[in-house]
């Protein structure tokens, strides 16, 4: 178990975090294994215990008294246990991130709730976003609202063609304000790292078409 994925997971948890994950494994919904979480014991107190050896045999033996030891199956039982801790950590990232956790949301309504209900999800998504920091995903997830809402109108209505050009502006922001960020980051690394100059690509034909562009108003 040493150096395996589920250890430098556990590692880089807080305290706190791994309190979490216990309780997350801990629920039927997200785990109906008790393997899984009495190998996730063991590793917390491996963890815990001042990282003496972690012996294979030993945590088989903990996990399965009444069974002989088996490899396969211990790896078996690593396996699930890292997929449960991968789905503990998207169901965090989600926690953290309300626009991105309300934009599934909003994908689920489109596809399972009437119009009232969608509607309603939409103005809470907007209204999530509208207070987001202007970083450089903002515009990213203001596409991504927008084109929910072209989705569903495009399965229920025939005016949907109309909020067409309000999707595409939202895309050409996102792209246009993504691929200066990333010049700028580039062109400082090669700065610093005197490397050489690569290909401008696209970015005078972008230069070119901002010039008194409204999308240079846009903080990022």
Not at 23 to 45: I, M, T, W
Not at 121 to 133: P, V, Y
Not at 189 to 214: D, I, K, N, T, W
Request: with cysteine.
């Amino acid at each position: 178990m040493k150096g395996s994925t589920v250890l430098q997971l556990l590692e880089g948890m807080s305290v706190y975090r791994r309190n979490r994950l216990r309780k997350f494994l801990q629920s039927p919904y997200h785990n109906q294994r008790e393997d899984v979480l009495a190998l996730f014991e063991q590793a917390g107190r491996y963890l815990e215990g001042g990282r003496a050896p972690l012996d294979k045999e030993e945590v088989f033996r903990a996990v399965y008294p009444a069974r002989p030891y088996d490899e396969q199956q211990l790896r078996y039982l690593m396996s699930f246990l890292l997929k449960a801790i991968e789905q503990f950590l998207i169901n965090e990232q989600l926690n953290e991130n309300e626009v991105w956790a309300q934009r599934l949301l909003l994908k689920a309504y489109r596809e399972n709730a009437g119009p009232k209900s969608f509607q309603k999800a939409l103005r809470r998504a907007r209204q999530l976003q509208e207070k987001a920091e202007r970083v450089e995903f903002f515009y990213h997830d203001s596409f991504a609202i927008e084109r929910e809402e072209y989705l569903f109108r495009a399965g229920r209505k025939r005016d949907a063609p109309s909020q067409l050009p309000g999707l595409n502006a939202a895309l050409e922001e996102a792209f246009l304000l993504s691929r200066l960020k990333q010049s700028c980051l580039l062109s400082a690394h090669q700065a610093v790292f005197r490397e050489e100059e690569e290909g401008a690509g696209l970015l005078p034909l972008l230069m070119g078409y901002l010039e008194g562009s409204s999308h240079l108003a846009n903080p990022l």
